[in-house]
């Protein structure tokens, strides 16, 4: 199973994916990923079986392409999102930021 980045499509394995996951926004339930390769910086959404790609409108986050990763599970946390895939698990914390 490799994860392709949508900006210079190369593709990654699952650890070497995930492991380029930072900043897990809980409201807007997203995390922001950075390309190992080209830099590209994007936010998805990491739902049950699939990665969610799309843009903010409106406060909202609206899914647009859907990539299958089969067997992709994900649990959130107050100040973290747990990602498993087989017997892997990778966590991405949320980057705290003081109130405007
Ligand atoms: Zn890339």
Do not use: K
């Not at 910086?41 to 990763?69: C, I, S, T």
């Not at 992709?72 to 498993?84: E, F, P, T, V, Y």
């Amino acid at each position: 199973m490799l994860i392709p980045c949508l900006a210079c499509e190369s593709r990654f394995g699952p650890d070497e994916y995930f492991r380029a996951c930072s900043d897990y926004n809980r409201g807007m339930d997203l995390v922001s990923w950075t390309c190992p390769r080209c830099g590209n910086r994007d936010d998805l959404r990491v739902l049950p079986g699939e990665l969610g790609f799309g843009y903010p409108h409106r406060g909202r986050f609206d899914v647009h392409a859907r990539v299958r990763v089969p067997g992709l599970r994900r649990h959130r946390g107050d100040l973290r999102l747990d990602i498993s895939l087989d017997r892997a698990s990778w966590h991405v914390h949320t980057r705290l930021r003081q109130p405007a």
